[in-house]
């Protein structure tokens, strides 16, 4: 079995006795949020050991099912420091946190040439978890995805929300994200778009032939997907939609009543109040 030090040799990369693989999976800060803004990589400058002391570089990974992990980036180990010299972002929730209460502040070097492996290479991390870093060997690759990979491996219907731009690469790159594509076409459901700007929300629903997926295409071409408001205030300011999020609310068969369908919508539009002060209009 190839293992993923063979695939980053290709890229140019040679292990050392002193790189590290390192698998980031912390309860405490949603992996969905640092990998969204991209606070990952200031999260792992932060550590409270000197575990990064005498390393030269770290092959970063995130978490996924099981022993599962998907690949990050490879980053080169500039200097230490204390982590009162260490760096914080005015819109990352945490990092004053990091700030205060880690003891070294690494300062790392993405090296952009593995940067297209990112989020598409998934390993078997084994049975140690618990040991989130270790020396560089040579882990079994699990999956490649294709090119033009640009989310991570999909793993629960209720514990995403997709910007207006990744809903957009999910649909350009459907070979990359086929797992997206086999697990939202399997089931119908009642959805959620979050304009951020504003707070405005509109629920809708999907069933038949497609389920979720098929009913997002719209979205992901015109914006709109249809919906009449919508379509107005798009028709208005063009980049209204680089404000949504989507995510799902509940997940139904296909095969339910159209009838039942609209019910189950009904309540969500009922409890978050969208016919009210959101955008849906019935």
Same mark, same amino acid.
């Given at each position: 079995?190839?293992?993923?030090?063979?695939?980053?040799?290709?890229?140019?990369?040679?292990?050392?006795?002193?790189?590290?693989?390192?698998? $980031?999976? $912390?309860?405490?800060?949603?992996?969905?949020?640092?990998?969204?803004?991209?606070?990952?990589?200031?999260?792992?400058?932060?550590?409270?050991?000197?575990?990064?002391?005498?390393?030269?570089?770290?092959?970063?990974?995130?978490?996924?099912?099981?022993?599962?992990?998907?690949?990050?980036?490879?980053?080169?180990?500039?200097? $230490?420091?204390?982590?009162?010299?260490?760096?914080?972002?005015?819109?990352?929730?945490?990092?004053?946190?990091?700030?205060?209460?880690?003891?070294?502040?690494?300062?790392?070097?993405?090296?952009?040439?593995?940067?297209?492996?990112?989020?598409?290479?998934?390993?078997?991390?084994?049975?140690?978890?618990?040991?989130?870093?270790?020396?560089?060997?040579?882990?079994?690759?699990?999956?490649?995805?294709?090119?033009?990979?640009?989310?991570?491996?999909?793993?629960?219907?209720?514990?995403?929300?997709?910007?207006?731009?990744?809903?957009?690469?999910?649909?350009? $790159?459907?070979?990359?994200?086929?797992?997206?594509?086999?697990?939202?076409?399997?089931?119908?459901?009642?959805?959620?778009?979050?304009?951020?700007?504003?707070?405005?929300?509109?629920?809708?629903?999907?069933?038949?032939?497609?389920?979720?997926?098929?009913?997002?295409?719209?979205?992901?071409?015109?914006?709109?997907?249809?919906?009449?408001?919508?379509?107005?205030?798009?028709?208005?300011?063009?980049?209204?939609?680089?404000?949504?999020?989507?995510?799902?609310?509940?997940?139904?068969?296909?095969?339910?009543?159209?009838?039942?369908?609209?019910?189950?919508?009904?309540?969500?539009?009922?409890?978050?109040?969208?016919?009210?002060?959101?955008?849906?209009?019935?």
């Amino acid at each position: 079995m190839i293992g993923v030090l063979d695939i980053l040799k290709i890229a140019g990369f040679s292990a050392t006795p002193r790189s590290r693989l390192v698998r $980031h999976q $912390h309860d405490r800060y949603p992996a969905e949020e640092l990998r969204r803004h991209g606070w990952r990589e200031l999260y792992q400058s932060y550590q409270g050991r000197s575990v990064f002391h005498h390393v030269d570089h770290i092959v970063s990974f995130y978490g996924v099912r099981g022993t599962r992990a998907a690949f990050y980036g490879v980053y080169k180990v500039l200097r $230490h420091g204390p982590a009162s010299e260490g760096r914080t972002l005015s819109g990352c929730p945490w990092s004053q946190e990091w700030h205060q209460e880690a003891r070294f502040f690494y300062e790392l070097e993405r090296e952009a040439r593995f940067d297209d492996l990112r989020d598409r290479v998934i390993v078997d991390w084994g049975p140690g978890t618990r040991s989130w870093i270790q020396k560089a060997t040579n882990k079994p690759v699990l999956e490649l995805q294709e090119p033009g990979r640009r989310l991570p491996p999909f793993e629960d219907y209720l514990e995403f929300s997709l910007t207006y731009c990744e809903l957009q690469d999910l649909f350009a $790159h459907e070979e990359a994200h086929r797992e997206w594509c086999a697990h939202l076409s399997a089931v119908g459901g009642v959805y959620l778009i979050l304009a951020e700007g504003s707070g405005h929300m509109y629920v809708g629903s999907a069933t038949g032939e497609g389920g979720i997926w098929a009913r997002w295409r719209p979205y992901a071409r015109m914006g709109h997907g249809g919906n009449m408001l919508l379509r107005d205030l798009i028709a208005q300011d063009p980049a209204y939609p680089n404000q949504f999020r989507f995510s799902v609310l509940q997940i139904l068969p296909k095969t339910m009543a159209r009838d039942e369908v609209v019910r189950r919508e009904a309540l969500y539009k009922r409890k978050l109040g969208t016919r009210a002060t959101g955008l849906n209009l019935n």
